[in-house]
């Protein structure tokens, strides 16, 4: 065997996959330049994995082990024991070859090449009257270092990606969620089969798709919700470590299933590139009886119904309750600003539910997300146009959150604000932008004036899937963080805590004296 080293391009040693696609022999390629001259593919032992390998020499009295450097069909190249000579075309009577506990070869080669390499002496040898069976090496190669695909690190159970020692509760939780989602698969799936479409998928209110939604909610929502609050509770036992196997474990039962419905699919695969979009937001609101088939329609109702998913309609509750209490200040002129506004769905309910509105109102939206207002814009202004011409101004602005938080300029001509408030930014935001962007927002604020500020508490039982299924991270914040926060940005302020019904998104007021 010659000691040069291997040739570019001269094979593939990785597994292929079998495709089922017939090779056409004719269209093969053969080799190119020296290649076209056949010569047995050469493994440098970094090729060969996780194999135990040794090359046994007899030499008179000794049987020294060497190193291996490469190995063919027909020659093996390994380093020489120091302090005896080799030269080319010497007879080595027995050299044996072994792979783990396959012995491959035994008999013997003849020297064919020497060369010195980083002060160790490397010799070539060409086996004598048979070859060595390297197909049998490369699959013992191939089985021991299959990792297998996906998280898997092997098939024991010990090196799962899902398996980690205790939290039971968690676990059975979890597989309890798992069959409450397939038997519903299954029944529902009998239901739909025997329902008109137009009961199952319509949109027209009829007392049988009532009825049908009503069921689904009382007899499979209500249960999956609570499940989900209790595999909550469970997970806030584990510690920091433990969350990335039960991570993998809950993964593992429920997220194709879970995936079944419309609103957890866009929030887990973010089609706007952020989460919280204002479709994200729609999706919370209304239309919440949506999917492809009864069972994806029934898993979105429950999962619009986690604690959550209605603080986001309860906190657009209270936004209008304290838009309506501005409206109703006793002021001619009322200014109200709206900051990372979506699609302002509070404003939209207030306008459309409102009989009277001071002489004049102006309302600022102001989002980074140009879809968003598009979308605010196009059914703000027909309300406005029809029922509110000429006494409602709306102002839609499409700059960043960063612009925001160096220049309170974005604002200038526009006066103060009556009301300014900004309903799910902060969750986003670390402590010392939130303080430097709510003293920004205050100073906007008119004497007498509030800024009202909303942020969810650590406690939100929705956390599980958020964080596990939906890659969906918020800054959490305490009451009591959020009071630090805006007396450091507003030390002046008659601050206070404001609760809508769930308690999960707490909002912190504060009123320019």
Not at 80 to 98: A, D, F, M, R, S
Request: glycine share 8%; with cysteine.
């Amino acid at each position: 065997m010659d000691s040069e080293p291997p040739m570019s391009g001269r094979r593939d040693i990785s597994v292929t996959p079998v495709t089922g696609a017939v090779a056409d022999y004719a269209g093969l390629k053969g080799g190119s330049g020296r290649d076209i001259y056949f010569r047995p593919d050469r493994y440098q032992r970094s090729e060969l994995g996780p194999i135990g390998i040794a090359v046994e020499l007899a030499l008179e009295d000794e049987r020294p082990r060497c190193e291996l450097v490469d190995v063919s069909q027909n020659g093996v190249a390994f380093v020489w024991p120091l302090g005896t000579n080799v030269e080319v075309g010497t007879i080595l009577n027995e050299i044996v070859v072994k792979f783990d506990d396959h012995e491959a070869f035994r008999g013997e080669a003849r020297v064919s090449s020497v060369r010195h390499e980083d002060g160790r002496v490397i010799v070539g040898a060409s086996l004598v009257d048979t070859l060595m069976n390297i197909e049998d090496v490369l699959h013992l190669r191939d089985v021991k270092a299959w990792a297998g695909s996906g998280d898997t690190q092997g098939l024991g159970l010990k090196k799962a990606a899902w398996r980690t020692p205790g939290q039971e509760r968690f676990k059975a939780l979890v597989a309890d969620m798992r069959l409450l989602l397939e038997d519903g698969r299954e029944e529902l799936g009998e239901l739909e089969a025997v329902l008109p479409w137009h009961v199952t998928h319509g949109d027209a209110d009829t007392p049988a798709r009532d009825a049908l939604i009503e069921r689904v909610r009382s007899e499979f929502c209500t249960e999956l919700v609570q499940l989900s609050n209790e595999i909550d509770a469970a997970l806030r036992l584990a510690s920091r470590t433990e969350r990335d196997a039960l991570n993998a474990y809950s993964n593992r039962l429920l997220h194709p299933l879970l995936m079944q419905s419309p609103w957890m699919h866009r929030a887990r695969h973010k089609p706007l590139g952020y989460a919280g979009d204002y479709e994200l937001m729609n999706g919370l609101y209304g239309n919440h009886f949506s999917g492809s088939t009864l069972f994806a329609k029934a898993v979105n109702l429950a999962f619009v119904s986690t604690p959550a998913a209605v603080a986001v309609r309860t906190r657009k509750e209270l936004m209008k309750q304290k838009l309506s209490q501005a409206l109703d200040g006793g002021k001619q002129s009322v200014r109200i600003l709206s900051i990372a506004a979506g699609p302002a769905q509070e404003v939209y309910e207030l306008l459309q539910e409102r009989h009277e509105l001071p002489e004049s109102v102006e309302i600022v939206l102001y989002d980074q997300d140009k879809r968003a207002l598009t979308f605010s814009y196009g059914r703000l202004k027909r309300l406005v146009d029809s029922k509110w011409k000429g006494q409602v101004k709306l102002l839609h602005l499409n700059d960043s959150i960063r612009h925001l938080l160096r220049d309170t300029a974005v604002f200038a001509g526009h006066g103060a604000f009556d009301l300014v408030y900004s309903v799910g930014l902060f969750d986003y935001l670390q402590m010392l932008t939130a303080v430097s962007l709510c003293r920004n927002l205050f100073s906007l604020v008119a004497p007498g004036g509030t800024l009202l500020v909303g942020n969810m508490v650590p406690s939100n039982p929705s956390r599980w899937f958020m964080e596990l299924h939906l890659d969906w991270f918020l800054v959490y914040r305490e009451r009591s963080e959020m009071l630090e926060l805006s007396r450091l940005a507003a030390p002046n302020a008659r601050i206070e805590i404001l609760d809508e019904p769930t308690r999960v998104n707490p909002f912190v007021s504060l009123t320019k004296e």
